[in-house]
């Protein structure tokens, strides 16, 4: 079956715009998590969604939003980028029950200008 | 508050030695513990993990890893490291209750032929 889809693959703004990232899951999966992910850094968890509702996030501002629809596809918001934002943002689907296995997408390269 | 710690920002080993990358945890209760890897190119993918029960858990590309509750440590061996091991670690503990990973910043490993 299918991976986990990310788009778009890069993205380029300048500061103060914003931007919307979208993940696809695998099919079956209700769980999607967000990650951004700079050098020196490791992943940072950003947020966490469960059948629409959000279970959990991270420490960032609220700048950065999330949302998850329907069918298990989640979009996250980042509003009034700042330089800091460049990251690579990673997506990742699970099955939501204990055995929480992570299938990551290949990311959304975000660069702010 | 909830921790790991990756004490090796790189490491470089010759092929064919042996391999251990360190990872401590700090958690209420023993979480779930996992080790994923991110190769160029080809995103992170789950190495192995661990729940309960035996504390030497095998993974694939035949990487193992040691829980020792006395020391909230988690870390990932191999026996002989084969240039296509070169890739970052992470260690990523995940505490049930909180839905919601905590990424260790990671360990580069570099081969040398």
């Known amino acids: 079956k299918a991976g986990v889809t990310q788009t778009p693959r890069y993205l380029i703004k300048t500061r103060g715009q914003q931007v919307t990232l979208s993940c696809s899951p695998i099919?079956?999966?209700?769980?999607v998590s967000w990650y951004q992910q700079t050098p020196g850094q490791g992943l940072q968890f950003l947020f966490e969604?469960?059948?629409?509702?959000?279970?959990n996030k991270g420490n960032f501002p609220g700048r950065f939003s999330g949302r998850q629809f329907s069918n298990s596809r989640s979009e996250m918001n980042v509003s009034t980028l700042e330089l800091g934002d460049s990251a690579l943002y990673l997506c990742a689907s699970s099955s939501g029950t204990v055995d929480e296995k992570l299938f990551f997408g290949s990311g959304t390269q975000l660069s702010v200008l | 508050a909830q921790s790991v710690t990756q004490p090796d920002i790189h490491i470089t080993v010759s092929e064919g030695a042996s391999l251990e990358l360190r990872c401590n945890y700090s958690y209420g209760a023993t979480p779930y513990l996992f080790w994923y890897v991110q190769s160029p190119g080809q995103g992170l993918q789950l190495l192995l993990k661990?729940?309960?029960?035996?504390?030497l858990v095998q993974g694939i590309k035949g990487f193992e890893a040691e829980f020792k509750r006395s020391q909230s440590s988690f870390n990932l061996r191999k026996p002989s490291v084969h240039w296509s091991d070169a890739a970052e670690y992470f260690c990523a503990p995940f505490g049930w209750g909180t839905y919601k990973y905590i990424f260790g910043t990671g360990t580069r490993l570099k081969v040398l032929a």
């Open positions: 969604y469960f059948s629409e509702t959000q279970r």
């Open positions: 661990y729940f309960s029960g035996d504390t």
């Open positions: 099919s079956g999966h209700r769980s």
